[in-house]
């Protein structure tokens, strides 16, 4: 009912005659023939009766109430129902702005973002020297970790981490079931690496949380980093995943040297590894 009342006749599309109301908004018969249902039944819809609700009529009234993706996937709560996948509202679709300052403030340790398909959106200056991030390469994670030859050649436990990753975007997946988008990464990845392939076949699934990542740096020796994959509700299709050195290995320190100027300098010399 609040939501009605906020929607104008003008703003969906539907003349004021000049007449005055008694409320504001839309009045209950115009959101039906709007959103294509019985008067009745919309009625009984905001009074809470227990009706039967689909998916499809819930998003007319979601359509027709202008509702925002939030208030949308509240509705489905409300009507008992599985809500459907989170989006971006528009309004929030600049958030990277704030987003880079969050990886650049990370730094020296490595930080990176990515949206839903695990492709790179953007990483920070550490995440580029630690994991070889670059423009050069394949621009999705996933296909990265498998055909990388530079990320492979630092990762000490490459084979133990793998399944995981692997077990991780399947997780992903789960979450868009017939998305085109999840399908194409995948047949990219198996036309690429037989190993991916095998892996994927296993069918594990595990949720993204932290990953222990050892890594042999050719500049600084081992270092020891914790991968946290962090979600940002306004903004579902993204994910940042900031490393955060473990107390091994003197890693912090190492990380501090490695942007440092110094150890800038001596990034641009090659170096065996």
Not at 62 to 84: C, D, G, K, W
Request: with cysteine; proline share 8%.
């Amino acid at each position: 009912m609040s939501r009605r009342a906020r929607v104008s006749p003008a703003e969906a599309g539907l003349p004021d005659g000049g007449a005055r109301r008694r409320t504001p908004g839309l009045r209950r018969e115009e959101v039906a023939v709007l959103a294509g249902v019985g008067v009745s039944w919309y009625q009984w819809l905001e009074q809470g009766r227990d009706i039967t609700v689909s998916p499809q009529v819930l998003d007319s009234v979601a359509r027709v109430l202008r509702l925002s993706p939030a208030e949308r996937r509240h509705l489905y709560v409300l009507a008992a129902l599985n809500p459907p996948p989170l989006e971006a509202a528009p309004e929030d679709l600049d958030m990277c702005h704030g987003l880079r300052r969050l990886i650049d403030a990370w730094m020296p340790f490595p930080a990176h973002i990515m949206d839903q398909y695990w492709n790179t959106v953007m990483w920070n200056d550490a995440a580029a020297i630690v994991l070889g991030m670059r423009k050069e390469i394949v621009q999705n994670c996933l296909i990265a970790f498998f055909t990388d030859p530079l990320y492979r050649s630092r990762s000490k436990r490459w084979e133990e981490l793998a399944p995981k990753i692997v077990a991780q975007f399947r997780s992903a997946c789960s979450e868009c079931p017939d998305d085109e988008g999840f399908r194409a990464v995948v047949e990219e990845a198996k036309e690429l690496s037989p190993e991916f392939a095998e892996l994927w076949e296993r069918r594990d699934i595990l949720p993204g949380g932290q990953n222990r990542k050892e890594m042999e740096h050719p500049l600084v020796g081992t270092l020891v980093v914790e991968a946290t994959q962090l979600r940002v509700p306004a903004r579902p299709d993204l994910v940042i995943v900031m490393h955060t050195p473990l107390p091994e290995a003197d890693t912090a320190e190492k990380l501090e040297w490695l942007v440092s100027p110094e150890g800038r300098r001596g990034a641009m010399y090659p170096v065996a590894g």
